[in-house]
């Protein structure tokens, strides 16, 4: 390495974020606009979104607690010199995609094609410069 950074004092790096779950008795099929899926999918997922319509239970909002998404990055040794080189985020983020790093908007957008939150939540906590169209 080209200098000091102590690789052995970094055993990971946690990234994570809550958001709104969408509420299990009111959830239903949802077609979120055609713009907002375009920021996130080269094409739309088969299976679709769901949305929380409001309910009794949810107190009309649509939502019923919170996921939480979150990525982790185990530094491996190019992950370690990018570091320690202190070369630019961008960098860094291409050598740990290149390392089978998944950001957590992908673990996010996961989520939303399992119906568990609505990609509108994902766009408020995540914006689409947080990570990969999928
Ligand atoms: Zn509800």
């Not at 994570?16 to 606009?33: E, G, T």
């Not at 299976?47 to 998404?69: I, P, R």
């Not at 185990?74 to 390392?99: C, F, H, K, Q, Y």
């Not at 908007?105 to 990969?132: F, N, Q, S, W």
Request: positive net charge; hydrophobic residues 35%; glycine residues 12%.
């Amino acid at each position: 390495m080209s200098n000091d950074f102590r690789s052995d004092v970094l055993a990971g790096v946690l990234g994570q974020r809550l958001i709104r779950r969408n509420c299990p008795k009111c959830r239903a099929p949802h077609a979120p606009s055609p713009a907002l899926v375009a920021q996130y999918f080269s094409a739309p997922p088969a299976g679709g979104f769901s949305k929380g319509k409001g309910c009794d239970a949810c107190g009309g909002t649509g939502f019923a607690g919170q996921l939480d998404v979150f990525e982790l990055l185990t530094p491996d040794p190019a992950v370690v010199e990018t570091i320690g080189d202190g070369a630019p985020v961008d960098e860094l983020r291409r050598i740990a995609l290149s390392r089978g790093w998944k950001p957590l908007v992908e673990d996010a957008l996961a989520r939303a094609k399992r119906g568990e939150t609505t990609l509108g939540e994902i766009a408020r906590k995540l914006p689409p410069r947080y990570g990969v169209r999928s």
